[in-house]
Structure formats: structure tokens, C-alpha cells
């Protein structure tokens, strides 16, 4: 079958099976930001933004997506320059592998679209379901309380 | 999975339909996340819910919650946050993730009944009616419905009704799981509307028992007409770990289980009494 939709701003038609997952036809359009983790929602590592909120893209048949609108990590920068949580992950040293950092940066980002200034704790609680196997968590939050009060234009 | 069709129909007759015609070949998706994840290798088919229209949350006699409608959808809806004190929210925030909270829908949660469940046994204390469709519309009890799917039927379900609560009335959740966004080992919800400073209307299930969520009418006749002091809380609650059927699973035992009924009555029991204000 075929859908429409966009995929980090571009307009696509793309052929799928019914009953695909949208984090295989992502990955299979290029998408490598989107990982495969756990392929059961568990882990978060595979997060895309769903028509504005964040997903478990293995969790979503990828028809779901006929006429919407899908953003990954890839599509966050504008004009070359990182998204503010990205910058605030990066600065911040949010990262170690990496593997659970492209979900978690669509995570906070959907975060902060609803919430700009998040408390410490309503960030632990808008990023569960994004495991980090690396670190203790610490520099992630702080790297969104950074990130939203560069949104917020404080910084 | 052998998923080779995707159907997207646009009223409840034309998905009705469907799912006479391919019988259990056809599965409903709101979210989809449990046909992603636990259909039986017979799904062939996929009637996607979202066309029907069936995504709100209304005040009517209380609340109407249609059955294709987010978590979050429920969490950020002034209706949803207002309900009994905002229970909707203080619960619905514990349930999964944020990310399946912006995917899993409420009909969703009621045609999969699993066990684990924290929505059923809030759904249960609050006296949710669930509308279905089958052919043609009516309202049942939850507990009817639950009935009805334990028997094999498969109705599609429309909508989620929750009544307008009693005046001093309030409801109280417990969850115990491992970690912040695992399924409940074990769930309890209670609700008690007061007259008089008395238990009027007492209503407490338990759910991941590691069966799905039923009431225990048993303590709930027995607080029935009695303060909610401490001292009563503390007899309802040890009569409730004492009395409730019980079992092992690979996540708990069921001695385990009998102490965290005990904790689940007694904190959700202690919460309602706070938020009554003591005596109501």
C-alpha cells in the first residue's frame, strides 16, 4: 500500500507493508537516528516526533503515519544550526554512547514544546521510557533545564 | 504477523462490518501498540479506529470519553484534569510512559483487559459504563463488559462513560512496580463518597492480583456505613490482604501480593480520608 507524509519537512510517497512499523520504513528511508533498541517500548531509543508528539516509532504501525507528519533527530536543526536540546546535550556533555540520545532529545523536545519550564522532577518524569544505560541521568536533566531556559531566551 | 490488509473505515456499521465478515483475522487499532505487540499470528487485517470520530472528552452527565482518545489527550483536557479532584490525571500519569501515553488510547486499554491494568481498576471504582457497539449501540457496567469479553465477545467499543461523582466523594490509587514506567505488580483504587461523616458508597478493586482487576464487594459492604477513621482503614485493610485471592507469577509472589493489598487499601483508603478533609 502507499502513504503520504512528511518526513522531516519533505513531502514523501513511500510503499509499505500494513503491517510495518514506522521505525523500519525510517530507517529504511535513512533515518539512522532512529535506533532500534528494544523493538517493545521500553527503552525509547527509537523516538520520533508523531504529528508534534513524541512516539516509540517500533510501537506504531507505520500506516499511522498516512498524512502526518513524522520529525527525527535529523530534522531538528534549522539552518545548519542544532536544536536548543541538542546544543544543551552536546555543551553539556548529556552523551556517552550515544545510543539513547536521539530519543531522548525528541523526548525533551516534546517535553518543552507543552512544558517550557520544566522542574527536575516533571523532566524525570516527561523523559521515562528513554533508558540510559551510560549514565546516572544527571547531565540529561540538566542539559533540558538548559535547553529550556535557552528556549525560554534566558541564556 | 501476517498483517496484509488495512482498513480505515468511517462509521461503526462499515467497522462492524469488518470485523463480522474476517472475524478474529480483523483486530481494531486505536494506538495499535498491543496488536504491534501481542497479536495471534491469525491477524491479517487492520481496522484502523481513527476515522470514526471518536477522539474527545465531553462533559456529559459526567464525562465522556470517546474510545479512540490518547492518554494524553485525557491528561491535557480541562474536562479530564477537573474530573473527582483530577484522579484522571494523578493516575494516568503513573500509566506507562509518556510515550505510549501519546499513542495508547482508553478503548484500547479496555479491549486488551490486561491484568495488569492500572485504568481498569480506576475505571471500576469510578462506575464506568462502557458504550459498545455490536451490530447495534448500548451501555454496559465495566464489570459487565469485562464479563462479556472474558466469555470470547468482542464488541467494538464507542465510548467510556464516567458518572457525575457524589458531592463529598473521592478516590484514592496505589501501583507498586519496579521501576517508574513497569507494569503494576499489584493496583488498587478505591472510592467512597461520604453522608454524614459515614461511608455511603465504598467501591475498591484490585488489579495485577495477577488477575485482571475485580472488587472486593466483601470489604467494601464492610466499610460501608462506618467512619473513615484510622482505625477503621486499618481493619478494612487487613481484611482485604486477608480475604482476596491471590497468586504467584513470575513477578511476585502471592504472600507478597497479600502485603501490598494490605498497603494499597490502607495508603488509597488514607489518601481519600486526606483529601475529605479528615471526617467529610
Not at chain 1, 521505525?23 to 535513512?30: N, P, S, Y
Not at chain 1, 510501537?59 to 545548519?80: I, M, N, P
Request: charged letters at 25%; a neutral charge; glycine letters at 12%.
Amino acid at each position: 500500500m502507499t502513504i503520504t507524509l512528511t518526513i522531516n519537512g519533505a513531502h514523501r510517497t513511500l510503499s509499505i507493508e500494513p503491517g510495518e512499523r514506522l521505525l523500519d520504513l525510517l530507517r529504511r528511508e535513512g533515518c539512522m537516528g532512529v535506533k532500534i533498541g528494544c523493538r517493545a517500548g521500553d527503552c525509547g531509543a527509537c523516538a520520533v516526533l508523531l504529528n508534534g508528539r513524541a512516539v516509540n516509532s517500533c510501537l506504531v504501525f507505520a500506516v499511522k503515519a498516512d498524512g502526518g507528519e513524522v520529525v527525527t533527530v535529523e530534522g531538528l536543526e534549522r539552518d545548519g544550526r542544532l536544536h536548543p536540546v541538542q546544543q544543551a546535550f552536546l555543551d553539556g556533555g548529556g552523551i556517552q554512547c550515544g545510543y539513547c540520545t536521539p530519543g531522548m532529545v525528541i523526548g525533551a523536545v516534546d517535553l518543552l514544546s507543552r512544558n517550557p519550564d520544566p522542574t527536575e522532577d516533571e523532566i524525570r518524569k516527561g523523559l521515562a521510557g528513554h533508558l540510559c544505560r551510560c549514565t546516572g541521568y544527571v547531565k540529561q536533566i540538566r542539559a533540558v533545564r538548559r535547553a529550556a531556559a535557552a528556549m525560554r531566551g534566558e541564556r | 504477523m501476517g498483517i496484509r490488509d488495512y482498513l480505515k473505515p468511517t462509521n461503526v456499521e462499515e467497522a462492524w462490518a469488518a470485523f463480522a465478515e474476517r472475524g478474529r483475522a480483523a483486530k481494531p487499532i486505536g494506538g495499535g501498540i498491543d496488536v504491534l505487540l501481542y497479536a495471534a499470528p491469525e491477524t491479517t487485517t487492520l481496522v484502523d479506529l481513527a476515522g470514526l470520530g471518536m477522539s474527545y472528552v465531553r462533559g456529559e452527565d459526567g464525562l465522556a470519553v470517546g474510545a479512540t482518545t490518547t492518554f494524553t489527550e485525557i491528561i491535557e483536557s480541562p474536562l479530564g484534569r477537573e474530573y473527582l479532584g483530577g484522579i484522571l490525571i494523578e493516575v494516568l500519569e503513573r500509566v506507562a510512559s509518556p510515550l505510549q501515553r501519546n499513542v495508547g488510547t482508553i478503548g484500547g486499554t479496555l479491549g486488551s483487559a490486561h491484568p495488569w491494568s492500572d485504568v481498569i481498576p480506576l475505571l471500576l471504582v469510578l462506575a464506568a459504563e462502557v458504550s459498545i457497539y455490536e451490530g447495534r449501540q448500548r451501555v454496559l457496567p465495566l464489570a459487565e463488559y469485562l464479563a462479556t469479553r472474558a466469555a470470547g465477545e468482542r464488541p467494538l467499543i464507542t465510548e467510556v462513560r464516567l458518572p457525575t461523582p457524589p458531592a463529598v466523594s473521592a478516590c484514592g490509587f496505589e501501583k507498586f512496580n519496579a521501576t517508574g514506567f513497569d507494569v503494576a505488580v499489584l493496583n488498587c483504587a478505591c472510592f467512597v463518597a461520604l453522608d454524614s461523616g459515614r461511608c455511603k458508597t465504598v467501591r475498591i478493586a484490585v488489579g495485577g492480583t495477577p488477575r485482571l482487576a475485580t472488587r472486593l464487594t466483601t470489604v467494601e459492604d464492610a466499610l460501608t456505613g462506618a467512619s473513615l477513621d484510622g482505625a477503621t482503614i486499618d481493619w478494612i485493610a487487613a481484611m482485604a490482604g486477608e480475604t482476596i485471592d491471590v497468586r504467584d507469577d513470575w513477578r511476585a509472589s502471592a504472600g507478597y501480593r497479600r502485603d501490598l493489598v494490605r498497603v494499597g487499601v490502607s495508603r488509597s483508603l488514607q489518601r481519600i480520608a486526606e483529601k475529605l478533609g479528615g471526617t467529610g
